[in-house]
Antibody, heavy 118, light 109 residues
């Protein structure tokens, strides 16, 4: 069974940094891309970026380029989303998701709620 | 950059009725389109990929159609559990990116 299990909810102050994880199982981690998607409260889905674990190649949305870092550790089949200098506007649910063909998402993590507040 | 525009923004229908959700791309994308369903408090779920292929486990009352710039998700004989927000999504080869539509909220009266 394909599973993507994300780390738990986080609360941070403005200016702090954050790294959330997405532990995968049930399939070949190396051969399937992982995307990160943001959903701000009451809003729609925003693609942040994608990583191909086999060679760690990454692509970022223009909105998030330079604001976040996506990485992966093949040895433990886990992807990460890192953000520094958080702002209140970064408060959102963040999803990791499997992209098997590079074109659409077939499995999603449960989401990680990030709250940034002073 | 390709923009996806979904209509209507909100749809309110009764059980047993049919629903037609539209997604329009700002330029042709062949059949490179997927549809997702998101219920409150849940992660999205893949319904349709490559414009017209139902994902594993998706009921036959969900069907997708279209190519080029105009796409449709049709839900026949609505059930109460179909109440959700529906998103379309496409992938661009260059620049490499994904785009989601803004969503259609379907309410079952």
């Amino acid at each position: 069974e394909v599973q993507l299990v994300q780390s738990g909810a986080e609360v941070r102050k403005p200016g702090e940094s954050l790294k959330i994880s997405c532990k995968t199982s049930g399939y070949s981690f190396n051969n399937n891309s992982i995307a990160w998607v943001r959903q701000m409260p009451g809003k729609g889905l925003e693609w942040m970026g994608i990583i191909y674990p086999a060679d760690s190649a990454t692509r970022y949305s223009r909105t998030f380029q330079g604001q976040v870092i996506i990485s992966a550790d093949k040895s433990i089949s886990t992807a990460y989303l890192q953000s520094t200098s958080l702002k209140a506007s970064d408060t959102a649910m963040y999803y990791c998701a499997r992209v098997p063909t590079g074109r659409w998402i077939d499995h999603w993590g449960q989401g990680t709620l990030v709250t940034v507040s002073s | 950059e390709i923009v996806l525009t979904q209509s209507p923004a909100t749809l309110s229908l009764s059980p047993g009725e049919g629903a037609t959700l539209s997604c329009r791309a700002s330029q042709g994308i062949s059949t490179d389109l997927a549809w997702y369903q998101q219920k409150p408090g849940q992660s999205p779920r893949l319904l349709v990929y490559a414009a017209s292929n139902r994902a594993t486990g998706i009921p036959a009352r969900f069907s997708g159609s279209g190519s080029g710039t105009d796409f449709t998700l049709t839900i026949s004989s609505l059930e109460p559990e179909d109440s959700a927000v529906y998103y379309c999504q496409q992938r661009s080869s260059w620049p490499p990116s994904f785009t989601f539509g803004q969503g259609t909220k379907l309410e079952i009266k």
